[in-house]
């Protein structure tokens, strides 16, 4: 134990710094406080009836009724405790809360990449803080993005596990690989799998081709196979995840559209358009901000421009009370400029992290080199989007699955962890093999001075940006309106940019002196002036604190709240209070004081019509365009049983509810079914019938009516007599075979209707909605979820888990058993 100690004892020293950065960087969590995230209040509204019922129940239900009219349980939270992966974050978090977490495992994950390139400790360290720290890890925990957060930081560690697979490892490899893709997959944010799938997919190909070259194909084979092997049980580790998801996919707007619709370029759409998906495509110019952070003004939310601004100041001599001005100037006049509606901020990767990539180029000579160099401009080329559509579209249009995905930008995560891995392994190349590289202090003085130059032109010219994006003039249009004088708006704008060209400026000399002190050790390590030593705890300082300092405008201390009101993160109105005075079991609610189908806070409150969620039912998308578009169709509502509808009292800014009498409860009797040919029919009809009388039925599910004539409900009656998320129970009485339609969303994927305990088909009515064909006479419906996509993934995940563990397992015992081979003494040779 003692040797062992011995042999680790900078790797242990390094995960202790590690650690004290991250208690650092989160002082407010070791204070009580948690992070106010909006996103994260948007989930607790889904989250809070499947909450509710898992404390009830002690099992988390399948189904919730708390948005869009209802939606599986397991596309917003599920416990998945099939899954061994599932009880590794809690242990984790147990000791480090959430989101300090986050930066543990991306600062662990990183070190691990960098250490299985073979790197000496410190330089992995040094790695590992600039993988860790690049702007957007810590943006997308501050916005409350998680489960993204979380998928980026095991990227890394997925990199390392399959360098070490073609580099031989045939048992931690691959059960590495298994672990921590197992992982990645079950933090539950496809698309950045996704994305490293597309990087990873790239290497395999560079491998490939010098495998060819080299003429060892097998040792490839073998190492592909192996990893192969851990990637299915990573897999089905997480089929519980997977399996229904892509199930509900195919019924979301990420999958086909019922009535068919056509992109911009006429072809018929599968999963998002293209406009959708693009809305948050990366401009051009903007990767400036990888070397300079406020280069495009920052994030457009937020106080950037203070009291010092120009625009503060012109706002000021105006008359406008300077607070008032602060939040005028960054609510109406934002200093972000760049082509992105919103953003959150710039993507930085290090002033001096950048010096380094670029001197990389020319001195690394391992062969990841190329794989890198090409996963990164791809990627930068995706993320342009729509602004570099002949590249986009064809991956959008051709390649599988592209097309589910939305805000392309987010591709950037990937050069956000390669361009720290080149830059770092090029500083290794200097300090490995700095007598053996050509010309080197001309390498290092041309990339340093081509970095530095950038960064001073900018300083001293910023209107070399232009400073305007290409919305400007109708910017400066709305601006005019809005003040209601050309001279006054003119002046604003004039302020506007000269705020803005003094934010890049600013940053631009930040930059520069960034680059010019990394430079600086290194040019006196080559020149023999200073040891390595100080060389790398200088350029790890340095670059600590650079990235350390751009986080903090985004994630500080200012973001942390008081518990008690995260606990309770959306404050109950008076207006929820007196809806629920109505003790109905499930009628529901439309909030109109928010944007309704993008905002999950009457979620936490009521049953709502509206909600937050990336992926919708597609017949509910379908249903909000064609009845919703301008005028809100109040047949639908009534159908959707929305009982309360909260709105704005605009002479008193005061909430305010209406009652709809008309709304028709959980479930009712129709005089008639009308059959219509096909969904564009069945969408048409919804805008002329009366949903209390007519029920509106595609024709190809006549079949599900079997040999029952509907007649009319005479003195009959249907009533709800008990909710549960997934079991609906209801009562009814009727003098002769009768059509009942309930307010229910339509999921062929597992719910099921039983009539006195025998099933009966249920039939998709009045376009979502759920319908039964009934016999007369006094009887008991049943609707219960019951999916067997999640019985069964259930099941495969425990059995992968245990092959899992029974892989690492195997890992650790062979490790052992081959180091006390190495380590055993040599017996003697006898004659």
Known sequence: MKNWFKENQNHLIIIGVFLLMVV???????????????????????????????????????????????????????????????????????VFPPPSDVLLLFLLGGYFLFSVLKLRPWVAALGAIALAFSSYNMIYVEAGHLNKAYAIAYMAPIIGAVILCYRGSKFWGPSLLALFLA???????????????????ILVGFELYYAIRDKKLNKFIQATGLQLIGVVVAVLVNASVLFPTYEYSKLTIRGKANIEKTDSDGKSSAGLEKEYAYAWSQGVGENITFLIPNAYGGRNTGVNLTEESN??????????????????????????????????????????????????????????KWWILSATILTIFLAFGKHLPFISDLFFDYFPMYNKFRAVESILVIPSVLIPLLAVMGLNEIITRGSEIPDLQKKVLYSGAGVAV??????????????????????????????GDATISNELVSALLKDRADMAS??????????????????????????????????????????????????????????????????????????????????????????????????????????????????????????????????????????YIITKDQSNNSDRISRRSSALGNAWFVNGVKFVNGNKAEMDALGTFDPRK????????????????????????????????????????????????????????????????????????????????????NHKVEFVFEPASMKISNMISLIASIVLVLGLGLAVWLSLKHRKERTAPQQPKTK
């Open 24 to 94: 650092l960087y989160f002082t407010p969590v070791w204070q009580g406080k948690t992070l106010l995230q909006s996103d994260v209040m948007q989930a607790k509204g889904s989250q809070k009836e499947i909450f509710e019922y898992r404390e009830k129940d002690g099992k988390t239900p399948l189904w919730t009724n708390s948005m869009f009219g209802g939606m599986p349980t397991y596309q917003i939270w599920y416990d998945h405790a099939n899954n061994i992966t599932t009880h590794i974050g809690p242990t984790i978090r147990a």
């Open 183 to 201: 992982l990645e997959i079950r933090a539950n944010h496809i698309q950045m799998t996704y994305y490293l799938f597309i990087a990873l997919l």
């Open 311 to 368: 625009t503060v100041k012109s706002l000021t001599k105006l008359g406008m009370p300077e607070s008032q001005a602060i939040q005028f100037a960054n609510g109406a006049l934002p200093s972000y400029w760049g082509e992105k509606s919103i953003t959150s901020g710039p993507w930085y990767f290090g002033a001096g992290i950048m010096f380094l990539f670029v001197l990389a180029l020319f001195v690394v000579k391992d062969r990841l």
């Open 454 to 483: 950038v960064c001073l032109a900018i300083a001293l010219m910023p209107n070399l940006l232009d400073l305007r994006n290409s919305q400007h003039q109708e910017f400066v249009a709305a601006l005019q309106q809005n003040v």
């Open 506 to 643: 600013k940053d631009a000399w930040r930059s520069f002196f960034i680059v010019a002190l990394t430079f600086a050790f290194v040019w006196f390590f080559i020149k023999k002036k200073l040891n390595m030593a100080v060389m790398v705890g200088a350029i790890a300082v340095i670059t600590l604190v650079d990235l350390w300092s751009v986080d903090k405008r985004y994630l500080n201390n200012e973001s942390f709240v008081d518990k008690s009101i995260y606990e309770k993160p959306i404050p109950e109105r008076e207006v929820d209070q007196l809806i629920h005075l109505d003790k109905d079991l499930s009628y529901r609610v439309l909030d109109l004081t928010t944007s309704p189908f993008n905002d999950a806070s009457a979620s936490y409150f009521h049953k709502s019509f509206g909600g937050y969620h990336a992926a919708k039912l597609m017949r509910f998308q379908e249903v909000l365009e064609n009845q919703f578009n301008g005028n809100i169709n109040e047949d639908v509502l009534d159908m959707m049983n929305v009982r």
């Open 694 to 777: 007519e029920a509106i039925v595609n024709e190809g599910l006549k079949g599900e009516f079997g040999d029952k004539t509907i007649g009319q409900p005479t003195n009959a009656q249907i009533k709800l007599v008990s909710y549960h998320p997934d079991t609906l129970k209801y009562e009814y009485s009727a003098g002769n075979n009768v059509y009942a339609v309930f307010s229910e969303m339509f999921y062929d994927k597992g719910w099921k209707a039983y009539l006195d305990g025998e099933e009966v088909p249920i039939i998709r009515t009045n376009y979502l909605l759920r319908g039964l064909a009934l016999p007369g006479g």
